[in-house]
């Protein structure tokens, strides 16, 4: 039987040969990972230092439409006759395949040394085309042009064994299984499996992967796009909730916020964050023998920037929480120098940090203090502030101009506000929560004179009845006591503090609150939802606000 005709359908072989893997080694394999499956029964000249060995060719030859399953460079002028055709030899690729321990323990391998405690290990691997225009084929694993680990597990294979590979989806990444002849049973062996539409120039996608000239083996290629983000405005406008969207349409669009994401690193700043907090710290650990050394815990920063670095094709994201309730200049000390970006998305500007350039690059001690660390281009910092907290501690005009600000308003779509709990200032006067936050904000710029800051987001109490949602999913809201009673414990103090008290240093002479009623804030405390604890002033503006709402919704509901 021919090689071609031993081509068979992709999902049916790869079940059939993951159950075989399943069996010999206990890995379970899913399809969705790979796009090719590939079997080969080893003959004598494709063993190394066997017995009975008469081959000195240290390649394992694959022929017909298995080919297929590898890269290789077909040149028109590359043939058979160029001399002591030498030529040929620098035609060489090298791809990456893996190898595991649980296959070396199945196959009785005599050492696994080379994992070194791992469960996996990697090898590049020689691909070459050879005798192109006379039955072209494909040396496999040459031991002169391949990685010591090759060579150990190539030794494992007796005549009759049988090669398997599994090819990564658009990588030029192998995972190898070695399958005894014993132990073949009624698998289908010498076929090959590929998803349809993939051949020989289809394989890989060449827009997706660069390859190392070091290594030889394929890198994907960088996503861009990275920037610094700051998403700021009144408390409760949902900044953090908005976050969410904006990473799912930059890059993760799956991102729930419920569950996390190993591409997502948050961190909520304060006070007394500081760059160690940020960046990493030496900390004390035990040895088993009582000796004390002293190890780097990375900061979110290091981690953040080390997933980035090792994922090049994926959008990462650092999100801090609550930026101006910390000196952030301090925070970032001389990582401040990378945050110009370039159009790309690296950092325009390089700094010598020792600490990540060990940690996050790799770089030995000899090298690290040269070595010029940079925030890539997928790596996204993503920073909230609240508007009312930026006297706390000041940003500077240098630090502001290396993000992007991004405000987030207090007003909303109230045909899909879903928020929008009954609240009950007054006995027998309720409103909707979007009416009474909507008012307050105009009556605090407007008739108080106090700047925007001042203001609340529609978000500032959640509503939502312990996170219940009704057979629409929509949420289900608290009922009226309930939501008075949130109104009076969440906002009545920062309305008394925060607000009227700085109101009564302004020339303006309206108040908020009803001044013949309310002597202090227990007074407010305890006729809120009873009493009309607002002044005329206020509820004159619920009035208008109400009027509103109503002719606008009564106008909708006519043209309708």
């Known amino acids: 039987m021919s090689s071609s005709d031993k081509v068979r359908d992709f999902e049916e072989y790869f079940q059939q040969v993951a159950a075989k893997v399943k069996d010999i080694s206990g890995l379970n394999l899913s399809s969705d990972k790979y796009d090719s499956v590939f079997t080969k029964s080893l003959r004598t000249t494709n063993l190394l230092n066997k017995q009975g060995s008469t081959s000195k060719q240290s390649h394992i030859a694959i022929t017909g439409k298995s080919r297929d399953i590898f890269p290789y460079i077909n040149i028109a002028s590359y043939t058979d006759v160029d001399g002591d055709n030498a030529f040929k030899s620098f035609y060489v690729l090298k791809v990456k395949m893996t190898f595991y321990l649980s296959n070396f323990e199945y196959a009785k391998a005599p050492s696994v040394d080379i994992f070194a405690g791992k469960s996996s290990v990697d090898a590049g691997v020689s691909v070459k085309l050879s005798r192109p225009n006379n039955g072209p084929q494909i040396e496999l694993g040459n031991t002169t042009q391949s990685d010591e680990n090759s060579r150990v597990f190539r030794e494992l294979f007796d005549e009759g064994d049988v090669l398997v590979l599994l090819k990564r989806k658009k990588q030029l990444h192998y995972d190898a299984f070695i399958l005894r002849k014993d132990d073949v049973g009624d698998l289908p062996i010498d076929c090959i499996g590929m998803l349809k539409g993939k051949t020989v120039t289809t394989l890989v996608d060449e827009d997706s992967f660069e390859f190392s000239s070091q290594t030889g083996q394929d890198i994907p290629k960088a996503v861009t796009g990275g920037k610094n983000v700051i998403f700021y405005g009144a408390p409760g406008t949902g900044k953090s909730y908005g976050i969410k969207y904006f990473i799912r349409e930059n890059g993760l669009p799956d991102y729930d916020p419920k569950v996390g994401n190993p591409l997502v690193f948050r961190v909520t700043l304060h006070p007394e964050y500081d760059y160690s907090d940020l960046v990493g710290q030496l900390r004390p650990s035990v040895k088993e023998n009582g000796r004390v050394t002293y190890e780097l815990a990375p900061g979110v920063f290091t981690s953040a920037l080390k997933k980035a670095v090792e994922n090049p094709d994926k959008h990462v994201f650092l999100i801090m929480e609550e930026m101006s309730r910390s000196n952030v ?158 109104v009076r414990d969440k906002l009545l103090q920062y309305l008394w503090e925060d607000v009227a008290k700085v109101a ?57």
């Open 504 to 560: 009564q240093n302004t020339f303006v002479d309206k108040k908020l609150f009803d001044d013949q009623k309310i002597s202090c804030f227990a007074d407010l405390y305890d006729k809120f939802g009873h009493e009309q604890v607002f002044s005329k002033e206020f509820v004159d503006e619920l009035g208008i606000k109400v009027a509103k709402v109503k002719k606008e919704a009564d106008f909708e509901h006519a043209e309708n």
């Open 329 to 486: 200049a301090a925070v970032f000390g001389d990582l401040f120098q990378l945050l110009d970006r370039d159009a790309t998305g690296r950092s325009q500007y390089s700094i010598n940090n020792e600490l990540l350039a060990n940690k996050v690059f790799g770089i030995g001690p000899d090298q690290a203090n040269d070595f010029p660390v940079f925030l890539p281009s997928n790596l996204t910092i993503i920073g909230t502030v609240n508007t009312n907290d930026q006297n706390v501690f000041v940003m500077d005009t240098a630090f502001k101009r290396r993000f992007l600000w991004k405000y987030v308003s207090t007003n909303i779509d109230l045909a899909h506000f879903t928020n929008n709990a009954k609240i009950e200032i007054a006995t027998n006067y309720s409103i909707d929560w979007a009416v009474f936050y909507q008012s307050l904000n105009h009556f605090i710029v407007a008739d108080l004179g106090l700047a925007e800051d001042k203001q609340i987001g529609p978000y500032f109490i959640n509503f939502q009845d312990e996170g219940k949602v009704d057979e629409n999913g929509q949420p289900v809201l608290v009922d009226r006591k309930q939501a008075t009673e949130l």
